[in-house]
T-cell receptor, first 112, second 117 residues
């Protein structure tokens, strides 16, 4: 089955610095690539997504880049703020099986 | 995005008992899913809740342990049966296929935190 890994598993940055989280997947048929943010005690919240026909998408301080050939996509957060502290999950989607496979998660801590 | 609510938000149960978790969406959706998230772990899909038919379960999950109902396009329940401490987890409902919106975009409820003693 699909294997989805995230790196790093934990990440600490100073407020104002950038953070990058990488998601590597194994199923080349995946065609939709979302990132979710989960704060303590809450359900995951979609923060940005990208489809397989584009290489990059940006929304204010958040961006996602996709390399389909290498089978990885990355979350980029610039000018980090303490409220960015959370666990982030990637979840590549395969439209053939209609399933999301969640990555292992990355705990981001932004230090004030 | 949809407004998704779950009841209860948390519960503490005795082993051997059962708990039914409700998921309500404020608009009709095509797909509803149930996930389990064990402490400090990622999300694992339990099953897809199909409207008007039996749920589709993932490997390792069975209907006798996790019976699911989906009587209409806005509501589903998940029952955790004959509970043991190993069932202590967060149970999450998710939806996609919102009317008039992109499919393949999945939204989550707030979760139900279950502790089994």
């Amino acid at each position: 089955g699909e294997n989805v890994e995230q790196h790093p598993s934990t990440l600490s940055v100073q407020e104002g610095d950038s953070a990058v989280i990488k998601c590597t997947y194994s199923d080349s048929a995946s065609n939709y690539f979302p990132w979710y943010k989960q704060e303590l005690g809450k359900g995951p919240q979609l923060i940005i997504d990208i489809r397989s026909n584009v290489g990059e998408k940006k929304d204010q301080r958040i961006a996602v880049t996709l390399n389909k050939t290498a089978k990885h996509f990355s979350l980029h957060i610039t000018e980090t703020q303490p409220e960015d502290s959370a666990v982030y999950f990637c979840a590549p989607f395969h439209s053939g099986t209609y399933k999301y496979i969640f990555g292992t998660g990355t705990r981001l801590k932004v230090l004030a | 995005s949809a407004v998704i609510s779950q009841k209860p938000s948390r519960d503490i149960c005795q082993r051997g008992t059962s708990l039914t978790i409700q998921c309500q969406v404020d608009s009709q959706v095509t797909m509803m899913f149930w996930y389990r998230q064990q402490p400090g772990q990622s999300l694992t899909l339990i099953a897809t809740a199909n409207q008007g038919s039996e749920a589709t379960y993932e490997s390792g999950f069975v209907i006798d342990k996790f019976p699911i109902s989906r009587p209409n396009l806005t509501f589903s329940t998940l029952t955790v049966s004959n509970m043991s401490p190993e069932d202590s987890s967060i149970y999450l409902c998710s939806v996609d296929g919102l009317s008039g919106r992109d499919t393949d975009t999945q939204y989550f409820g707030p979760g139900t935190r279950l502790t089994v003693l």
